[in-house]
């Protein structure tokens, strides 16, 4: 374990999980007044993954963090915004439900609106900004006399081109060392890795060392790490994706729609381009060319698949060994729905950056990505919990649940979702808890009214009034607010 804040990092792998990492650890690092020399190692032979396209609020709050510029980000990485998700036919066909990612909390004060929301039979998004923001199109922005005013106090998200963020965030480090060669020899000792052995000949030896070598973990594996594996909970291990053109003059929809298909879901994100597209679905029930036939017959017109993804959904038991911490596809990866890889991959890092230097804190890292990536597993099993029993994947997945899931589904038909049902998450940052949980499990129609009426109580008329004076006011301030593409244009053109 390392002791003492190290003074050589070395990140191997160059995708988003690489480049994120030498921006955050060298920001910690520079706030914590410790010299560090930071090398990434990338190769040109074997590429990124090419799909992650749909973020969460934390990037944003990331980029603030680092003093990133976010209109630039939006300028020169093609990015839309993502006010959250749009679930198409999951709870059944022909049934859709918005999740935005606002945190009413930030402007209710507990005020119990959801409560008051489910116990009346209204969509609880609606008392949500986001949810007008996405019903209108919407940038996050009105201009007044020339300046941009934000719409409100909460942080939106960012659909992109994976490779465009990349090289944005690339060019942020520009004081970072980068190779391009491959890792072909891990040499180990007591304290971890010793010294990594390159293609092109040479040694390479650090304090730290970070695997973000996607799914090759190449480090962590020589280190012993097992993958803890979660393909008895979620059905879906494969991914199709490609591409579509955005029509010209189409208004551009600031959410990621997922639709659910026959034996799975398919993504639509929008950059300013094109849209980023594909069928994640279970091969269990699919061939790969069944799976194309079904999405062109779902979209009525021929793609062009660009990869065959497997997906092996799970975690490390240990993704801090010795000297050596494991992030992004190296260390968990589930399934794209709700966007939790880059979000994770974020959080770690935050994590990371206070707890280096700490020799204690190996078995409490990871001890809370354990926590953070089994939470995420037991969000993203939520989704389908659907009525659908139309096809075989359907009635399959419509089997057995986590245990905690199962207990708290049935502690919220009887109450809404609490803070206080979530273990607290280390260093309070940023996790999934009952403001995510709250508008899917109302879209899946798992929160009968009387859960909202236990809340409620004899508050109902002043909460009535506050409920209507909120969507009201969001409502009014969403159609203030720029059309998104054009607010996009216009960071591109002037
Ligand atoms: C189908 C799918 C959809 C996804 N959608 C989303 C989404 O919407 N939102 C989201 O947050 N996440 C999503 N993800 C996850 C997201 O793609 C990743 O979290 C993110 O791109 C980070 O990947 P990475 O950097 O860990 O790995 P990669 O992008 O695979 O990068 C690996 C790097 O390691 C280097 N490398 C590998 N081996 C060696 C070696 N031996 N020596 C030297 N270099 C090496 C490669 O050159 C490359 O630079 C999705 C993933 C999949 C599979």
């Known amino acids: 374990m390392t002791a003492l804040w190290p003074q050589s990092i070395v990140i191997v792998g160059g995708g988003t999980a690489g480049w994120l990492a030498a921006l955050i650890l060298r920001d910690a690092a520079r706030r914590a007044g410790r010299p560090v020399r930071i090398t990434v190692i990338e190769s040109s032979k074997i590429g990124t993954i090419g799909v992650g396209e749909g973020s969460t609020a934390v990037f944003r709050q990331m980029l603030r963090h680092l003093g990133i510029d976010e209109l630039a980000f ?6 839309t915004i993502k006010y959250g998700i749009r679930h198409r036919d999951w709870r059944r066909l022909g049934h859709h439900y918005d999740g935005p990612i606002d945190d009413p909390r930030l402007v209710t004060r507990g005020a119990p609106l959801d409560g008051y929301a489910v116990a009346n039979g209204l969509p609880v998004a ?14 996050p922005f009105a201009q007044v006399d020339g300046r941009l005013v934000p719409a409100g106090p909460y942080h939106f998200a960012y659909h992109f081109d994976q490779a465009l963020a990349g090289a944005f965030l690339r060019k942020q480090a520009q004081d970072v060392t980068v190779i391009d060669d491959q890792v072909v020899r891990v040499e180990t000792g007591e304290a971890g890795i010793t010294a990594l052995g390159l293609e092109a000949g040479g040694e390479v030896r650090a304090d730290l060392f970070l695997d973000c070598t996607g799914f090759r973990r190449a480090l962590i594996g020589a280190l012993g790490a097992t993958w803890v594996g979660y393909g008895d909970v979620l059905p879906v291990n494969r991914a199709m994706p490609f591409w579509l053109d955005i029509p010209e003059g189409e208004e551009i929809d600031p959410v990621t729609l997922a639709w659910a298909q026959k034996s799975g879901w398919m ?20 061939s790969p060319d069944q799976a194309q036939a079904e999405i062109e017959q779902a979209l009525g017109h021929p793609i062009e698949p660009r990869n065959d993804i497997k997906i092996n959904a799970g975690r490390l038991d240990r993704p801090w060994i010795g000297n050596c911490v494991a992030l992004g596809l190296s260390s968990s990866f589930l399934e794209p729905l709700e966007a939790t890889s880059i979000h994770g991959t974020i959080v770690q890092l935050l994590m990371l950056s206070a707890w280096l230097g700490d020799p204690t804190a190996g078995a409490r890292y990871n001890q809370a990505v354990a926590q953070q990536v089994d939470d995420f597993r037991d969000f993203i099993r939520l989704h389908y919990v659907s009525e659908r029993r139309d096809t075989v994947f359907w009635q399959d997945v419509s089997g057995s649940l986590p245990a905690q899931l199962q207990d708290r589904l049935t502690d919220w038909a009887g109450r ?4 206080q049902d979530f273990a607290p998450f280390p260093l309070g940052l940023p996790h999934v808890q009952d403001q995510l949980f709250t508008p899917v499990l109302d879209g899946l ?28 006011e969001y409502r009014a301030g969403a159609q203030r607010c720029l059309p998104h593409r054009g607010f996009l244009q216009s960071l591109r053109h002037g």
């Open 126 to 139: 609606q008392a949500h900004l986001f949810q007008h923001l996405i019903d209108g199109k919407k940038a």
């Open 445 to 472: 129609g798992l929160l009968p009214p009387q859960s909202g009426r236990a809340v409620v109580g004899p508050q109902s008329a002043t909460l009535a009034q506050t409920h209507a004076a909120l969507v009201a």
């Open 74 to 79: 939006l300028r020169e990485t093609g990015a």
């Open 416 to 419: 809404l979702p609490q803070p």
């Open 267 to 286: 993504w639509k994100i929008p950059t300013q381009d094109r849209y980023g597209c594909g069928y994640v679905y279970s091969d269990a029930h699919l």
